[in-house]
């Protein structure tokens, strides 16, 4: 199988790599992981969680001594983000939880990355501090002052190697521009803005400039007692700096070009499947609502999920999505005890590989699905202690809806709806892919032969 | 079903009674939910999304999305429901359009907590037709709000107290505000739960008015409106 290009045909096999986090039950909710990205080589890995830092792995460099063995992701920094606040007018507690990060493309030797809470918005710069000046004339080495006096002679201060320190710092923090809560922010192809998205509003902003924004997208209707839908994800076109998407909890896309006009009310298409009316229920509004929306790498398609399914959609087509893959079914005849408990407005994500030929997203019990788009196979995978031994194969899980249950399938009615996978993300070239299961990130890598 | 770690919110009996009509949400439309036990599960999903309606609107800031799908799904409920479920007639409080237009933006938590008591006896007793107007938000921050909390009178604040940082010289904002509706018993605390099943009310054509605005007047006063808003620019 050649790495870096991902079929999930027979012959792939995914096999357990790390997990981090700690195994201890009761858990603080502060670990909690909210986001999970790779960067734009895979290089790094970052998580964000609900108590607003943020741990930036690193991937090791493979040795030529274990070719066998890909590169593992260390701890490479870790700082805290957010911080809560109070909103002193409004009486009220803005959250610390990380909701979003996406890296920029690397430009120099630092890295930067935008975090957000449902607030406001920063940009990191993580850096590398691996030599310090020595020799100073005007202070000596534990950085006290010398009496000029004292001074004979002159010397040129030289850069000495020391312990590698990595140091983020905040370079920019977008603030007081979000009556609603974050959702989603995106950086553009140009890599000069970026858009930050609220359940009302879409807003644009120069990585420059912290104090304005333009405001893109409002759907807010003159009377409120109107609102019938929200935005629930955005993100801009991956080539066309242009163009964007935003997705509704009606379950629609609609996509906008923002060369049409300044603010993008209308929409440039609109995407939207009919109604299956066989499967009409009360509660087809929530398990239409859209949880992600993301391109392909390639740009020419979107894929969405909503609470059962994923779809892809072809950018040219807006009257249907081109394909349909059920994520957990049997869930739909359970939806009203969902609702009840309220995991029906759990909020998954969906992930493209490298190659835009598989897409993941995540279920209940730990497990996380993949479908393969040419071959039409899928696979449903569990992220687990119990599986984490080195480069121990997963194996596949099955789900059993009724009738005679084999010994290694799972009844519906026994899946713990407790442990959910929101949040995944896979390496933008390789077979790498991160699962976060809660407070515990598994990395999980195809086995190299 | 739900196995777990999962905490059970409902009592056994009205668990045992969703569990029961799980298989019936499939399709309204289909001969056995048109009779008498679906208008009672009917009935009990309404209250579940009116429970939810409530706890939601008791966060400092309720989730904008999960409100909004819970109301658009009580919606597709009340409208289904049989006309002989239809709501009780209640007796309107004389109308007060102007008071909308007053209200200024407060605190969230206020009106969330003022909006909590009032869904509590919504329970009871549904169509409080006479709703009042759309109140203000606070926009896009960065512009002024003028104003500060009103102060509802009668309506015991729950949530935070939010009058410290603000003024307190706005009484005669609320002189022509009619306080009938805040005064009558409707406001006392619930004492026997929630309503259980179909009332017997007006005829299917009176049912529907009432319930859109009574829907209306929750999603007026959950998020609010703006009554000063500007129109927005084509950037800022």
Known sequence: MIPGIGTLTQDTLWCFS?????????????????????????????????????VIFQREQESKNQIHRRGEYNVYSTFQSHEP???????????????????????????FLLST??????????????????GYNLKDEEGRLRDPATITTLRVPVLRPMDLMVEATPRRVFANAHTYHINSISVNSDYETYMSADDLRINLWNFEITNQSFNIVDIKPANMEELTEVITAAEFHPHHCNTFVYSSSKGTIRLC???????????????????????????????????DVKFSHSGRYIMTRDYLTVKVWDLNMENRPIETYQVHDYLRSKLCSLYENDCIFDKFECVWNGSDSVIMTGSY????????????????????????????????????????????????????????????????????????ATNNLYIFQDKVN | ??????????????EKESLAVDALWLDPGHA?????????????????????????????????????????????????????????????????????????????????????????????IEGLSQVPQPLADEGPPGRSIGGAAPSLGALDLLGPAT?????????????????????????????????????????KEEAPELDEAELDYLMDVLVGTQALERPPGPGR
Not at chain 1, 272 to 284: H, K, L, M
Not at chain 2, 82 to 90: F, K, R
Not at chain 2, 190 to 198: F, I, R, W
């Open chain 2, 163 to 203: 009058g410290c940082l603000l003024d307190d010289g706005l009484e005669g904002l609320f002189e022509d505000i009619d306080t009938s509706m805040y005064d009558n018993e409707l406001w006392a605390p619930a004492s026997e739960g929630l309503k259980t099943g179909p009332e017997d009310g007006p005829g």
């Open chain 1, 257 to 291: 070009d923002m060369r049409a006009s300044a603010l993008c009310d209308r929409h440039t298409k609109f995407f939207e499947e009919p109604e299956d009316p066989s499967n009409r229920s009360f509660f087809s509004e929530i398990i239409s609502s859209i949880s």
């Open chain 1, 18 to 54: 790390q997990v981090k986090g700690t195994i201890e039950i009761g858990t603080t909710e502060a670990d909690i992981i909210s986001t999970v990205e790779f960067n734009h080589t895979g290089e790094l890995l970052a998580t964000g969680d609900k108590g607003g830092r943020v």
């Open chain 2, 1 to 14: 079903m739900l196995s777990k770690g999962l905490k059970r919110k409902r009592e056994e009996e009205e």
């Open chain 1, 365 to 436: 019990n730990n497990f996380f699905r993949m479908f393969d788009r040419n071959t039409k196979r899928d696979v449903t995978l569990e992220a687990s202690r119990e599986n984490s031994k080195p480069r121990a194969i997963l194996k596949p899980r099955k789900v059993c809806v009724g009738g005679k249950r084999r010994k290694d399938e799972i009844s519906v009615d026994s899946l713990d709806f407790s442990k959910k996978i929101l949040h995944t993300a896979w390496h933008p070239s390789e077979n790498i892919i991160a699962v976060a």
């Open chain 1, 117 to 134: 809470n449902d607030k406001t918005v920063k940009l990191w710069k993580v850096s590398e501090r691996d030599k310090r000046p020595e």
């Open chain 2, 32 to 124: 056995a939910v048109a009779q008498a036990p679906p208008a009672a599960a009917s009935s009990s999903l309404f209250d579940l999304s009116v429970l939810k309606l409530h706890h939601s609107l008791q966060q400092g800031e309720p989730d904008l999305r999960h409100l909004v799908l819970v109301v658009n799904t009580l919606r597709r409920i009340q409208a289904s429901m049989a006309p002989t479920a239809a709501l009780p007639p209640v007796p309107s409080p004389p109308a007060a359009p102007s008071m909308a237009d007053n209200l200024l933006a407060s605190s969230d938590a206020a009106l969330s907590a003022s909006m909590a008591s009032l869904l509590e006896d919504l329970s009871h």
């Open chain 1, 85 to 111: 606040e109070f909103d002193y007018l409004k009486s009220l507690e803005i959250e610390e939880k990380i909701n979003k990060i996406r890296w920029l493309p690397q430009q120099n030797a630092a890295y």
